[in-house]
């Protein structure tokens, strides 16, 4: 669904990382280990096609989801209105409020997000996974901020995912909470 | 390719102005403040208020169009939406245009709606001139916020881009200030000023979004 060949970017006149290959297959997921800029979000986003790799190139099978570091809420927007907004704009008939319901946000669901905690803003764009089925997810540190029972929604949602034959590739800090079929280290 | 997700940037750009709350305002407060000045610094004589009027106006449509182009594209960034935007399966020159417009809609149409009540206290005559005035300042606003745009999106990623804006898209003002003072001023030979002036704005709109989009994928890389 998604593969990776000889991938190598430079930051500045650095090598950042080089010779990097991935293959991801339905059901997989891919871990992304490594130190504090050893360089999966930049890995992450040239496979999501956001940054350019300098050399080798990838090759995108199916439609992805990308939940990065930063939300992409506006202060303005309330979880609702956020969900509505992509819904439409990718042109997905999900049912907004269930999905609200399922991530735990019916309360905040009408609050701005400048009002919300990290944690509440993370369950806002981690529902964007929910409004679309796309074969593959690009998680960068998606448990960032999230108590304990925010992580076992998204860890089931993972695994309800990887079931029905979906790809995960996520960079993830200390203990993933579900089966990585690779671990890759950069 | 559907349109939904550049309707939906126009969407949220629109949403993003109005919750601003005095974002949009303070362009107007700008436009009217410079204008405002005039007379108080070059004296209140009518004749030469009448003479300057239109050329003062063009300037201040020109300095208050960049008044808050700088968050336009800069919160995209800081906010993570740029990613998502750049992902969302339509042309990135698209979405930028989009939003831009949406912009020109909540900050530049209301300069070209208040045009004739500055151009009233520069002594104007009230008739049917301060119409296709107000005309002019919207055409050749459309074409100052969009190249705007294309200087807003090359400093995205710079803090306090104001001034690098300024610098970027002041020089590209130019054709359409002369041909929109031109317009205006309505002097012998310059009737074909009007053309010219949609000519400009025409061209800023071919082209500004296609520099926007390289400059966004710049931006995000």
Sequence with gaps: ?186 | MSPAPILSAFRQALGEAWAGGAGALLPLGFFAGAAVLVPLGIGTEPGMLRAVGPGILWVALALSSLVTLERIFQADVEDGALDLWLQAGAPVSAIAAAKTFAHWLTAGLPLALMSPVLALMFQADADVNLLSGALAYGLGGLAFFFWGGVGAALSATVRRGGLLIALIALPLYVPTAIFGSMAVSGAAGTTAAPLLLAASTLFALAVAPFAMAAALRLAAD
């Design chain 1, 1 to 186: 669904m998604l593969s990776a060949e000889n991938l190598g970017i430079l930051r500045g006149e650095r090598v950042l990382f080089e010779g990097v290959s991935l293959e991801v297959r339905r059901g997989d997921a891919v871990l992304l280990r490594g130190a504090n800029g050893a360089g999966k979000t930049t890995l992450l986003r040239i496979l999501a096609g956001l940054t350019r790799t300098d050399s080798g190139h990838v090759t995108r099978g199916a439609a992805h989801h990308w939940i990065g570091h930063r939300e992409g809420l506006k202060p303005h927007e309330t979880p609702r209105a956020h969900l509505a907004l992509w819904a439409k704009a990718w042109g997905a008939e999900a049912d907004t409020n269930t999905i609200l319901g399922d991530m735990g946000l019916s309360r905040p669901a009408d609050v701005a997000a400048r009002y919300l905690s990290a944690g509440q803003r993370r369950r806002t764009a981690l529902a964007r996974l929910m409004l679309d089925i796309r074969p593959v997810w690009l998680l960068d540190e998606p448990f960032t901020a999230l108590d304990a029972e925010g992580r076992e929604r998204v860890l089931a949602m993972v695994h309800k995912h990887r079931q029905n034959g979906g790809a995960v590739v996520a960079a993830v800090h200390g203990d993933s909470g579900f089966v990585a079929s690779q671990e890759m280290v950069l």
